[in-house]
């Protein structure tokens, strides 16, 4: 199967190459990746697959973080203009941008496969030192770009998509492909867990190319992700002249005030980490005016979901009264969050396992602390259902920068405007994901 | 009249002085005049008045600050151990130390006469320097002492007793002679005026000894003081190991200090000044526990009710919001309150014109801002109710204290433990208010 | 007297206004009155007045509230293109927009007479029921509006020039006609005062439309203005990732939320009325980052100098103590400042006296409490020096807005889109203080 | 050597244990050691050894936490009632309970053995269910009890010190027996420390007794202990009357309330736990009166070292800020101090291979997180020259409670009022750790 595997590999390599670099020049930020899911539901579509898309697979209400309805529209209309898909394009308006495909061959095991979709809102360099400007395939959309590698996650999905039909009868049960929207701020999982998607999968699979990490070097199972919570929070009081009648004001600034201090304040606890962090705060409008108004960006942090979640009910709790101590109404959005989750050990085993039977990767184990993913969500309702989960890094270069021993535990690069990788990751990710879907299936 | 009324002050004098040093000498402080109110009703009694008393006269639920059980209890034992009366000393128990006596004759006027009662927390000066020490009626009670003149107060109410019954015939209609308890700390007014006591007067009369006055001079209607409310707060956490289990507290001392914070920053008002102190603040057990328990002692004030009100409230509100902030049980406790008042100047020009048939008398104006006192209760209900009220400042010297100009308009050296009046001052208000009376009830 | 003056004025009453009008058509906020203050000295020198502008008359240091460069030189693009005076314009550069004009007949007393020239930020109303656009003279600048009638005070100063230059020879002493650029706000006149301006003043005179008070109305001496400080805060900590190294930041948001709740928990004063507040705070960029720098917009007031300077002197200690507790750095900018000042009652009486003569105006004490005007610097400066200062109102009615006798307290309408003033009260101005130039100057 | 050891424990076991009983009976608690350490004093003296004492084995200043002149005088006296030794009385007078004594053969390693002599200000349990109490020798001082076993140290302390004067000419080198006061609230090792009485030491051996463990349980090298830091804070500000002037008073309430809200807000630290309480805050006299002192207690704690002086370096900065906030005077008073510490694995395994060798015991690795011990301020140095260092568990059971296995990690029922142990844990310890030092000085 390896060989048949590399033999596909080989012939649609550009093809997929093409189509990360395509994703990459019209890159679309979180809730707005009009032209790329409606581009992947209608290559998944051409490949025979049925789709699922829109508020198929995703709750409205759990979408966290939504731009608001200009900012979408807008979107959707340079969606349109860049050439995404006419028909798929009407299911995704309004950012309802997941989109899901089905392959099923008799009874079996069902594995699920998750690729994210979303580019960054930062302006990618556009000089001669970085390869994709350099290549031509660098953003054409101002103050978006894919600096943390989710073009290939998603033409990686697209080449194991292929590979998948075309060996579909040497597999046996059902393989979920599973495209989601708005990972970066962790806003998207949530909504496609809680329409249900993943309640059925037994093995869950996703995958992040690592520009820290040498081409050939796998994390076959990360975790210890942070949980965390983000939200927006506004106080609304009562304006008043601050020199005629300052008794007549409901002062929104003295809430968030004491609101700032007391988060800071939450105790710390005894089971781990905890964290939290008022981000931006904006209150008031004129010097002479009692402030009726102010807002806040706030998240928290647990190095457990249970640690999250009693960082999250203190801070209620202080919002609420800060907003009583001032007569205020109070206002809390989420805008994103995600689990602690680790890889199951059993599953990493395995993949280990698959790798080694291809070539001389070498292997590191799980990255501890830092960061969020909200893959978390559906690696936790998976694990919760009795499934096995795992999250695998892909060792993927980054070209251009170089890259110290010290510094390898940090994805050097992501999230900067000259972000890039090796993209024979991408054939790595797919050729490994593919065999690991088979060692799982061909039973 | 006036004749007949100098005669007979003339008669009592040494009598009514004597009654004032038994008084000074037996200091009682605040809902603890046991001892003082059972000899007030007693002489009245003996006089011929009907004696209303302790709860026929107060309302059990509006006094104050009352102290703990124990400390009644003991100061009651100590009431009689030196010389209560018996009969009386049962219905004062307790601390419903308030009396009422009427005289009436036929139809007329109603008028109340207000005297209060109640000594400080002060330790007398016992040196000879110190006149009452000197003479021998310095307070035999430790740490208790007429500083304030309340015990010339109310030796000029049985003066003023001993004279209308004398004079019974020649007025008509209702003389109310009031004595009230725990007018320190403005605690005792408003329980006699919840029980109805000067619902019914038309005309009501308070005076005060002025030490920083010299003898002769008059206030004829004092007035601006301030509305207060006193009031003690508890808020009860939950402790916790600070170091083991830090996250299992509900912290009562940061309730408490955010309270603090935002107490003091309650908005300036417009309409006139407003104050508001945190004068105490006690809270936790040990080092490393999570503090679980904070008391307060705190006050308002307003240039008028309704800016006391105003500050009261806002108080109340940040109060809830701080306990609610660490889930901690929040207790008010009603320690003291006075109005904003002022006397009727109609009434004042009356007084004063009466002053002027009688000697050489000095008047000097209302004085400003200031202090509470919290006669104001029956100022604001007599005049609610469309009567007048009036509160007279009786200048008395302050012997052995030199007296500058600057100064005069303090009540010198009250509520120090050097504190002494004229008194001869006794006399003159007996005079005065006795032929106010007389002036009103002739018609 | 009054007939030469009023005879001049009717031959340049159509003049003066035309020049009104112009301003008005040109509105020029603060520190940007280049086109203005350029005309205003063409026009003093062809009338032959020696003219003293920019650095000659203002402190660079002392001019509060300076917009930016770019903003400074646009507007003075705009004021070359409108037709400001090419030779002044080089002298009111970059924000020096004040002008003296100095007439001097002889030895005599020194009279100085105050016009500001500033529009605000408002956008007038274009609409055919607001007279000034009907009539064709709106603002062609967009967002800056003449909405408090200073556009009428600078056009009086050019009339009472020219009729002071035509009666030279029957006064004796100087006349100092002061152009103040930057009185919304409070930020310019300050900058006149320390340059030295009014230092040799023996009267100063200035004047405002009153849009509440009908034509004919006076208020000889107007005071009682509040004394304020506005000024600007940065605190400059350390960014810090919130989930990775929380400890390496300096949190400048936490300053800035323990200055405001000690900000306005400043004790209230027992000598009068006090005001804080912090009407804007914005603080922060990302959600996930300590937050390293805050800019709050503050201003406190006073019912005297006073009680402002003790505002002003508690907050800037509460500012720098918030900054070291999180080891913030901290700029303060002053952006604006008044003080508290009344206007001396013996010229007030003389100005009466004069308008007496005049013909049948009616006369209307100085209000109480409320806003503040920044010729209190000059005022303070002029008596401090044993000189005399009034402050004169002139009604002016509101042209399409019913007053109601109960609102006159307010100068209706004032710095409101719609705001407009009977244009007669233009030449009410230059007749009153004209002939009480003549009064002084005659002896 | 074994043998010979045995031998001699049998002799002088009963002795010992009449030791213990003596110094239970008359317990001293922290810098009151008096009679226990002037009894020290003389058995060392007794058994030839030369003593060093008070000040010559502490340094004044670093002596945290002490107690009142007036209390140290009191408990001196009860001492020499109590049978203190009266020559060595007057050598710890004030405070300065500590000995060492030093017996030196030849060149060789030098050995130091801790032993701590404080009890707690505990009531000690008074019924028959309470062996000390059965038995006779339970405190005669109230409320002063030992209640964590150091009554037993001491005695083994002089059981060691008896078996090594014995052996003597079979080991080489120096040991140095240190009795220090004020373990309990980790205040007496700094300052023997910094007067130099381990900078010499080549292994540094602690113990103590574990309640929690069986008798025969060893923990060769506890360790983990948190750093602390404990100390008092007085805001000293100006009184003013809340009332009349609230302007002139410095709000020490204020500061107060700030530095608890800021305190708790210091920045959790991504290198490990931190801990910091406000225990106890003590502000203000009258309700009336702008608070003018107010009292903290303080403390902080890290994982590391490292990060507790982040945590006390941060509330330092927090502290003083507070105090400039409002004008207040600031004191900080160190109270008490340990630091994060180890036992070297090194001499721990060699602690094993000796009890080994001498009968059945069994072993438990060191304990994790939880409380703190000022021995670790002498592991520190010793660690730091280059020398090592082992805190040895001594499992001595606890009588009358019965201990399940779960909470054996805590030592049960330590600093209760029931606290016992099994008296043959005295012996166990003498054993053990006479034989390490004779097999560390046999080479």
Redesign the interface.
Known sequence: MIEKVNTIIKEIEEKIIGYRRDFHRYAESGWTEFRTASLVARRLTDLGYEVMIGKEVMKDEDRMGLPDEESLEKNWQRAKEQGGDIHFLDSVKNGFTGVVSILKNGEGPIIGLRFDMDALDIQEDLTDNHRPYHKGFASVNGNVMHACGHDGHTATGLGIAEILMTIKNEIKGTVKLIFQPAEEGVMGAKSMVTAGVVDDIDFLLGHHVMSGWKLGEIIPGMGNY?A?Q?FDVTFTGKPAH??????K?N?A??S???A???L??I?????G???I???????????????SE?HL???T?GETTELND?MYEKAL??L???A????CKLEIKE?GGAQNANSDIELSNRIEKVANKISGFTFFPSRKG??SEDITYMMKRVQDNGGLAANVGIGADLNGISINDKNRDAVLGAHTSVFDFDEKAITVAIRLLTLIVFDIMKE
Do not use: F, W
């Not at 105790?267 to 089971?271: E, F, G, K, T, Y």
């Not at 962090?277 to 402030?291: D, E, P």
């Open positions: 942070a965390t983000k601050a020199g005629g009648s300052p008794e004001g002062n600034m003295l968030a005030s004491t700032v201090l007391n800071y304040a105790p710390r606890h005894s089971q980490y905890t964290r962090n008022v981000g931006k705060l904006n209150a008031g409008t004129g010097r002479n005016v009692i402030c102010a960006l706030i998240e942090r009693y709790t202080v609420k009264a800060s009583k101590m001032y007569d805008m830092g960061g």
